[in-house]
């Protein structure tokens, strides 16, 4: 929804980076484009007003003039106010002190509530809640239908005794709802309330007598982000004729130019509670406004990546995995196939590959990407046998013309595969084994000398200022080596075992081979080994006297 203002903006960011100093004009200039961006992108004007003026009273401050680099302290702004009109912060919902928490949804009709009704219902299910999904719309055609089969997909229970279609009232429905849910101990109830082809009293009354019976919690608008500034009208009539706590966006996955996003939260004063991104019931989250200021500057989302991979992800099944990468050799394609099937439970590629840094300048080529081409090497490693599975060398000629016929792809589809495969084998043990070649900071394991070694002789003489004296000089600077030594100042932590790495890389790092383990020495232990050869001298002269 946001790619055109995405693209918008990283042009005009792009051109402020090739620039040590910035002036006023061009201050301006950048503002000024910003501004087209955001009205092209059908931002209520009132909003791109502020949000201009604050981002050029910022830049002219004295922490941008002085800055290193101007441009990427203009970006921050730029980021930081995108945040504030989006909401500021997560918020998250209030629950009822004493159970059951009403959470009353409304909105107009064909914004997707009932749909979104099931999909809240499953997202708190998954919190570890008992929700109960009540069917108060009793006016549209089979809406009631429609939730009790979402309710069974979703696996939440749904109250409806009324048949609906015009027939029932649905502030009694609503009224008997909290207490069927006393009587069966749900702690959550999601009303789903009718709604209308536009604003009118008779359906802000209904809304209004629901409310009063009920005396919900928590109440949700829910608001279609596709139909533009007119959301952000019937959003203000709700609130002046209802009221309502958070305001639900759906259909973020529409070609909808998406200023009804950030211009409702700096409008209503409402914040967005939660966004709907897709047509799955799984496609249901808490609207972070970071997140969100990350994606539309082509910061990426590694966050909301890195939880649905702990989601999907078993996590005893990924610490075996990651022994098995450390080894290189025991990954085999039977583990491939788990960790392949692992990530189609994250979505399409295209979706995970948009969420890194700097997608947008490759939107074209995401696009491009076929997830049916996962299902062809599926297909391929399940046509091999167990032992082919396990041992790939011994695919042969003949074995790969039988694996191509029974997975229907070429022969060649089935080396190229059993190539790439021992290509990331080598790869997998020269990083995590004895280090990658030509690069800075990344060695081989030593390689120890047997001790008590013939015929090297005690090396004479010597020189002040000499290999050992600097070598010992030097300890202090080798003791903090590791393996980061000779890596950037921007990776720190790398040196110790797990020390300064993200969060579930520090059992991974206590399981590496050599110097990348907890069992490499500690830094104090470094100098007393380097006096190793100083040691021995001692002892042989001992023995010729």
């Given at each position: 929804?946001?790619?055109t ?8 960011f ?14 301006d ?27 050029k009273?910022?830049?002219?401050g ?6 290193l680099?101007p ?6 702004i ?7 009109i ?6 998250r ?9 009403v ?12 749909t979104?009704?099931?999909k809240?219902?499953?997202w ?29 997909r ?9 048949p ?13 709802s909290?207490?069927?849910?006393k ?6 109830v ?21 409310r ?22 019937t ?13 639900v966006?759906?259909?973020l ?12 939260a ?13 047509e799955k019931?799984?496609d ?14 082509d910061?990426?989302d ?41 990530v189609r439970?994250?979505?399409?590629i295209?979706?995970?590959l948009g ?10 080529m ?7 081409q996962?299902?062809?090497v599926?297909?391929?490693v399940?046509s091999?046998?167990?032992?082919e ?37 080598k ?18 394991k ?5 001790r ?8 004479k ?9 600097r070598a ?30 993200p969060g579930?890389f520090?059992?991974l ?6 110097s ?16 190793l050869?100083?040691a ?5 002269n001992?023995?010729?006297?």
């Amino acid at each position: 929804m946001f790619e055109t203002l995405s693209d918008r903006l990283t042009q005009v960011f792009s051109s402020l980076r090739s620039r040590g100093r910035l002036s006023a004009a061009d201050i301006d200039a950048t503002c000024r484009e910003i501004r087209i961006a955001l009205l092209e992108a059908d931002v209520a004007l009132p909003v791109v007003r502020e949000f201009v003026a604050r981002v050029k009273e910022r830049s002219r401050g004295e922490a941008v003039s002085a800055a290193l680099n101007p441009a990427q302290q203009v970006i921050k702004i730029v980021h930081e106010e995108l945040i504030e009109i989006l909401g500021g912060q997560t918020r998250r919902l209030e629950f009822a002190k004493i159970p059951p928490t009403v959470i009353m949804l409304a909105g107009l009709q064909g914004s997707g509530k009932t749909t979104l009704a099931a999909k809240l219902a499953r997202w708190l299910r998954e919190q570890g809640h008992t929700p109960l999904l009540v069917a108060a719309d009793l006016q549209r055609p089979n809406a009631v239908g429609q939730l009790q089969v979402l309710g069974e997909r979703v696996r939440v229970p749904v109250f409806a005794p009324e048949p609906g279609n015009g027939i029932g009232d649905p502030v009694a429905v609503a009224r008997r709802s909290v207490q069927e849910a006393k009587l069966h101990l749900h702690d959550m109830v999601v009303i789903d309330t009718a709604g209308r082809l536009g604003i009118d009293e008779e359906m802000m009354r209904q809304a209004v007598a629901i409310r009063d019976a009920v005396q919900p919690d928590e109440i949700l608008y829910v608001v279609d982000a596709m139909i533009g500034q007119d959301a952000v009208a019937t959003a203000q009539a709700f609130l002046d004729g209802v009221g309502y706590d958070g305001v639900v966006l759906t259909k973020l996955d529409g070609d909808a130019r998406g200023g009804a996003a950030l211009s409702i939260a700096e409008l209503t004063g409402r914040p967005i509670m939660f966004a709907s991104s897709g047509e799955k019931l799984e496609d249901f989250d808490l609207f972070h406004p970071d997140r969100m200021a990350s994606r539309i500057l082509d910061m990426g989302d590694m966050l909301t990546l890195i939880e649905q991979a702990e989601r999907a992800f078993d996590q005893d099944q990924a610490a075996e995995m990651a022994g098995k990468l450390v080894s290189g050799e025991n990954f085999t394609f039977e583990d491939f196939i788990d960790q392949l099937l692992m990530v189609r439970k994250l979505g399409p590629i295209g979706n995970l590959l948009g969420m890194l840094p700097g997608a947008a300048q490759n939107r074209e080529m995401l696009s491009q990407i076929d997830d049916s081409q996962l299902d062809r090497v599926l297909a391929i490693v399940r046509s091999m046998t167990p032992a082919e599975r396990r041992s790939p060398k011994i695919i042969n000629g003949s074995r790969r013309a039988r694996i191509a016929g029974g997975a229907g792809v070429s022969i060649g589809e089935v080396g190229d595969l059993v190539v790439r495969f021992f290509e990331a084998q080598k790869m997998m043990r020269q990083v995590l084994g004895g280090g990658m070649p030509g690069m800075p900071g990344m060695r081989r394991k030593p390689v120890k000398n047997p001790r008590g070694k013939k015929g090297k002789k005690k090396p004479k003489g010597g020189r002040p200022g000499g290999a050992a004296e600097r070598a010992a000089s030097s300890g202090d600077a080798r003791s903090s080596g590791g393996v980061g030594q000779g890596l950037p100042h921007g990776l720190p932590g790398i040196g110790g075992a797990g020390a300064g790495l993200p969060g579930g890389f520090g059992d991974l790092a206590s399981g590496l081979p050599g110097s990348l383990g907890s069992n490499a020495p500690s830094p104090a232990d470094l100098p007393d080994l380097q006096n190793l050869p100083a040691a021995f001298k001692t002892r042989k002269n001992q023995k010729r006297t």
